[in-house]
């Protein structure tokens, strides 16, 4: 075959195989989300939300550093996904600032959600009040679907990167980074059961905590 016949053959087929993999992964995500790394981290967020804001006196420096962290993580693959893209757009002749752009996009708004957890999750207030804190666990977990949709996109930039040195090389990047983010994505039977007794041992600590400021 020829090589424009090869550009029409492997680069939508490697496009659909990384696409197949990310639309079972939503489908995952959504009705088993234990069964995936990205349910989990949501789950495990969500709790800690409710354990560092129960005192929000105590734990707020720990908050800050901790989403302040975050933050810094995401600035630091925005500016090497801004820098790839670049070299991208050199390399196929195309305008660099429509690919910046894009990236300021997908990663800039974590950091703008992220940023308004600083002041939420530090706000005084009781621990039965679970409206407030499940609003804070629920921005939180949105920033990180970001960051993961941030980090999905950076993933794309390799096989079009390698895309400039033939259909070949792009076909076969889509197919070893579908496996690769299985193993990523998905979690063991083990994983499971440490997050599931980790998390009952959370909650029957709150609870015990929460009968002795009743009492």
Known sequence: MEEAQLDYVLVPLGLFVFGLYHIWLLFTIHFYPRRTVIGLNAESRHQWVFSMMTDPLKNGVLVVQTIRNNIMASTLLATTAITLSSLISVFASSSSQSSNTSSQLVYGNKTSIVSSINFLATVPTWKDNKESIEYVARNLNR?????????????????????????IPMFVCCCIMSCILYFLDTTSSFTQHLHSLSIRQVTKSDDVELAADLS
């Open 143 to 167: 920033g990180s679907l970001f960051w993961s949709l941030g980090l999905r996109a950076f993933y794309v930039s390799f096989p079009l990167f390698l895309w400039i040195f033939g259909p």
